[in-house]
Structure formats: C-alpha cells, structure tokens
C-alpha cells in the first residue's frame, strides 16, 4: 500500500519557521520527483515546490523563493519543505505528492499524495 504521511504543521506566528516531512513508503520513493502543493481556505490547490528524484534540481512558486527550502533523503524515504519568514498568507494545508511531467506537453500530472499538514500562521 502505497502511503505519503505529512507531519510538522502547526500554529506559528508572522516571522517564524516550521520544517514539514513527507514519509513515503509502498513505493520506491528515490525513483520519484516530488512536490509540495498546499491548499489556503476556499482556493484551490496550489503549487509551492518541487525537486527531481536525486534531489540534484530543486524548482519554486515565486512567493516560496528565498523563504522555503526543498530537499529529500531518499536513504529515509523522506521529503522535507524548510519554510522561514512564513507570512499569513502562506497558512493552508500542505500536501506532498509525487508528480510526472508528461512528454510532449510539458503538463505536470500529480500521482500519490498525502493527507496533508495544517499550517497556520497568525499573531
């Protein structure tokens, strides 16, 4: 059975930091690129980042650059989103999810996806 499990949301003021893991297991993870999307209240999904399966490139939305860092240990089976100077718009849940990028076209098509994690920052 293939599982994503996100864990590391919370509640965290204007400023702060939180570290967001994705365990994946049921599926050779290292063979995968991955994704963060995250879903803010009453929008729709939104792309936040992405890194190849070796972790060698690393892509972002740009209101994450610079503020949240990608990275993964495949030895862990892990993906992880570093995200600092979080702001209130930045509060959704977030999800991880492994994607493809269909030949030809150029469109992202996402696979396996977590429950998601609940960020939430407010003074």
């Known amino acids: 059975e293939v599982q994503l499990v996100e864990s590391g949301g919370g509640l965290v003021q204007p400023g702060g930091s939180l570290r967001l893991s994705c365990v994946a297991s049921?599926?050779?993870?290292?063979?995968?690129?991955m994704s963060w999307v995250r879903q803010a209240p009453g929008k729709g999904p939104e792309w936040v980042s992405a890194?190849?399966?070796?972790?060698?490139?690393?892509y972002y939305q740009d209101s994450a650059k610079g503020r949240f860092t990608i990275s993964r240990d495949n030895a862990k089976n892990t993906l992880y989103l570093q995200m600092n100077s979080l702001k209130p718009e930045d509060t959704a849940v977030y999800y991880c999810?492994?994607?493809?990028?269909?030949?030809?076209?150029?469109?992202?098509?996402?696979?396996?996806w977590g429950q998601g994690t609940q960020v939430t920052v407010s003074s």
């Open positions: 999810a492994s994607y493809t990028v269909v030949a030809g076209t150029g469109n992202v098509e996402y696979g396996y």
């Open positions: 049921g599926f050779t993870f290292g063979s995968y690129d």
């Open positions: 890194i190849n399966s070796d972790g060698g490139r690393t």
